[in-house]
């Protein structure tokens, strides 16, 4: 009788000990027991829960994981998300599909379909196909919805229809290793696409020859990342291999406004939801800085350790900058309204 008593006293595999915190001990079904260093991606949902990918980058096998936690400040604890999952190769880029589809552009040459299900405390498979013949280096959801882009380093572009399940699309317009597509906000058929060819295309999935060739004389080195300007249409930023950041307009390239933020490569940006947007922009020189509307510096961060890979504006705080890198880092920025002086790495929380 003393020993099932005992027993009784013993707490199950995840039920909380007095004084400690239930939610650590919570850890959803099929999460990991232990999240890859390197972070890759980080999206916030609408409502705040928070996105993270992460890879294994040593080692004998490349395996990599996702991860959506609802207190995006306790990430990356693995014991406070809400699900997580281990996937079969590294992340390079992953990003929402409405609520509960989460699309990966993984290392293995899949795109991946996951999406959350019981109460969003597991992450279950709905496709991973095989099209591409590489890594697949980059994503980005149609403004639809229901159709999505790819990129990777078989020089390729896929268009995808995700409810079918299936490409729609697949073009070689380039001679390089694709290193980043942007879906345009406000068209449902147009995005950009760059590559290690030094090429930069328009596309409208419409037109019978659906990629133009951008040429930018602002920088002539190869272009690494892009991101569309969220209130117009045909303005877009570039982000080169040494650090430079150029603002586009497509209808008038030549009168680019360009300026040197980085010291090495631009891994990637956001725009922020502000009237006049805020542009945050990482790199591999292990910096976060944001622009403000006229190309001028309001914030800069160089907390990071490592390549600095994913970044994503607060939905709840248009101040808040989240961002994530290969230091296993997820650091959250207060960054300053765009009438302060420019602020140091003082302004942080992690």
Same mark, same amino acid.
């Given at each position: 009788?003393?020993a099932?008593?005992m027993?009784?006293a013993?707490p199950n595999?995840?039920?909380?000990?007095?004084?400690?915190?239930g939610?650590?001990?919570?850890i959803?079904?099929?999460?990991?027991?232990c999240?890859?260093?390197?972070l890759?991606?980080?999206?916030y949902?609408?409502?705040g829960?928070?996105?993270?990918?992460a890879?294994?980058l040593?080692g004998r096998?490349?395996v990599?994981?996702?991860?959506?936690?609802?207190d995006?400040?306790?990430?990356p604890n693995e014991?406070?998300c809400s699900a997580?999952?281990q996937?079969e190769?590294?992340?390079?880029d992953l990003?929402w599909v409405d609520?509960k589809g989460?699309?990966v552009?993984s290392?293995?040459?899949a795109?991946?379909?996951?999406?959350?299900?019981e109460n969003?405390?597991?992450?279950?498979?709905k496709?991973?196909k095989y099209?591409?013949?590489?890594?697949?280096?980059t994503?980005?959801?149609?403004?639809n919805?229901?159709?999505?882009?790819?990129?990777?380093?078989?020089f390729s572009?896929?268009i995808?229809d995700?409810?079918?399940?299936t490409?729609?699309?697949s073009?070689r317009? +380039? *001679?390089g290793? @694709? %290193?980043c597509?942007t879906?345009?906000?406000?068209?449902?058929?147009?995005f950009l /696409?760059?590559a =290690?060819?030094?090429r930069?295309l328009?596309?409208?999935?419409?037109s019978?020859?659906?990629?133009?060739r951008?040429?930018?004389?602002?920088?002539s080195?190869?272009?690494l990342?892009l991101?569309?300007?969220p209130?117009?249409?045909?303005?877009?930023?570039?982000?080169?291999?040494?650090g430079?950041v150029?603002?586009?307009d497509?209808k008038k390239?030549?009168?680019a406004l360009?300026?040197?933020? +980085? *010291?090495r490569? @631009? %891994?990637g940006?956001?725009?922020s939801a502000?009237s006049?947007?805020?542009?945050? /922009?990482?790199s =591999?020189d292990?910096?976060v800085?944001?622009?403000d509307s006229?190309f001028?510096e309001?914030?800069?961060?160089?907390s990071?350790?490592?390549?600095?890979k994913?970044?994503s504006w607060?939905?709840?705080?248009?101040?808040s900058?989240t961002t994530v890198?290969?230091?296993?880092q997820?650091?959250h920025h207060?960054?300053?309204?765009q009438?302060s002086?420019?602020?140091?790495n003082s302004?942080?929380t992690?």
């Amino acid at each position: 009788a003393a020993a099932a008593a005992m027993d009784a006293a013993k707490p199950n595999p995840g039920q909380a000990v007095d004084g400690e915190a239930g939610s650590e001990w919570s850890i959803p079904p099929n999460a990991p027991a232990c999240m890859e260093r390197h972070l890759d991606g980080a999206h916030y949902r609408a409502d705040g829960a928070l996105l993270l990918g992460a890879s294994s980058l040593s080692g004998r096998c490349w395996v990599g994981s996702i991860w959506v936690f609802k207190d995006p400040s306790k990430a990356p604890n693995e014991g406070f998300c809400s699900a997580g999952v281990q996937t079969e190769a590294g992340i390079a880029d992953l990003k929402w599909v409405d609520d509960k589809g989460i699309l990966v552009a993984s290392d293995s040459g899949a795109l991946e379909l996951w999406e959350l299900d019981e109460n969003e405390t597991l992450i279950v498979n709905k496709f991973c196909k095989y099209e591409h013949d590489d890594i697949v280096t980059t994503v980005s959801v149609l403004a639809n919805n229901t159709q999505a882009v790819s990129g990777s380093k078989d020089f390729s572009v896929k268009i995808w229809d995700i409810p079918q399940e299936t490409v729609l699309n697949s073009y070689r317009a +380039h *001679s390089g290793q @694709v %290193t980043c597509v942007t879906s345009c906000p406000g068209k449902d058929t147009v995005f950009l /696409s760059c590559a =290690e060819d030094s090429r930069i295309l328009l596309w409208d999935t419409r037109s019978p020859k659906p990629a133009t060739r951008i040429t930018c004389g602002a920088s002539s080195n190869l272009c690494l990342s892009l991101v569309w300007h969220p209130h117009q249409n045909d303005t877009f930023v570039l982000g080169d291999e040494n650090g430079t950041v150029v603002l586009i307009d497509s209808k008038k390239p030549d009168s680019a406004l360009s300026t040197a933020v +980085h *010291s090495r490569s @631009v %891994t990637g940006f956001a725009f922020s939801a502000h009237s006049s947007p805020l542009l945050a /922009s990482i790199s =591999e020189d292990c910096s976060v800085v944001v622009l403000d509307s006229s190309f001028s510096e309001v914030f800069r961060n160089r907390s990071h350790r490592d390549f600095v890979k994913g970044l994503s504006w607060s939905p709840s705080d248009k101040g808040s900058l989240t961002t994530v890198g290969w230091d296993h880092q997820v650091l959250h920025h207060v960054v300053p309204a765009q009438n302060s002086h420019p602020s140091t790495n003082s302004d942080i929380t992690v």
